[in-house]
């Protein structure tokens, strides 16, 4: 044993009929000093089962603060972290959820290694319910109109509380939460248009989304 960090002197004499005596130097090296990591958080896939596949090593620069000699590895248990048996694939399905696996962080240099956790959380997205289409009456029959599209609000949420609802005028800007409709909305495409709805957890912090549309009618 010894203290982390320190050199130390070992002399020893053999025996037998010709004894001889050597000095060795012993370096105690550190284990690697390691960040205990947040949860990973990440959203359900299409089948709501709380299961999914995890990219794993996207907590590799929070566990080792960006040391470049650390190499971390991921176990289903801290036991066969600490004993190097079955590492995880990067890409990980998880078992359980939520589910704590094992980490086990190398230092290439000295060979010295640490041990933590990681709980894994799998987000399902937001039940909703698709909206009927909205209509407006034209009177002066030139194919546009103007829209209060949070009247649908209510439909879409169906009672449940805590959601965060935008409309967008295209798929990739609800999937990208940009560009969200404020306010009274004039459609730009004459008589009918789709309008697309982004449902997400108004207190969970990662954005795991329910996406539907709703067709505006001009008649």
Request: glycine share 6%; net charge negative; hydrophobic share 35%.
């Amino acid at each position: 044993g010894g203290d982390f960090g320190s050199e130390y002197l070992v002399s020893y004499t053999t025996s037998g009929v010709c004894p001889t005596t050597t000095t060795e130097s012993v370096i105690v090296y550190t284990p690697p000093d390691i960040i205990n990591p947040t949860p990973l958080e990440v959203c359900d896939d299409n089948t709501a089962d709380g299961l999914t596949l995890i990219d794993l090593s996207v907590k590799n620069i929070e566990i080792t603060n960006g040391i470049p000699n650390l190499y971390v590895s991921y176990f289903i248990s801290v036991e066969d972290a600490e004993n190097d048996i079955n590492p995880l694939s990067f890409n990980y399905s998880n078992i359980t959820n939520p589910q704590t696996i094992g980490v086990r962080v190398v230092d290439i240099v000295t060979n010295c290694f640490s041990t933590t956790t990681l709980e894994l959380n799998v987000i399902t997205a937001p039940s909703a319910t698709s909206p009927a289409p909205l209509e407006y009456c034209d009177v002066d029959a030139d194919g546009f109109g103007v829209f209060d599209l949070t009247q649908l609000d209510d439909s879409i949420s169906n009672g449940e509380t805590g959601l965060s609802i935008t409309y967008h005028e295209t798929q990739a800007d609800a999937e990208n939460n940009v560009n969200a409709i404020i306010g009274e909305y004039n459609n730009i495409n004459p008589y009918s248009q789709t309008i697309y709805i982004r449902i997400e957890s108004s207190t969970v912090v990662t954005d795991c989304a329910t996406y539907l549309n709703v067709l505006l009618v001009v008649n």
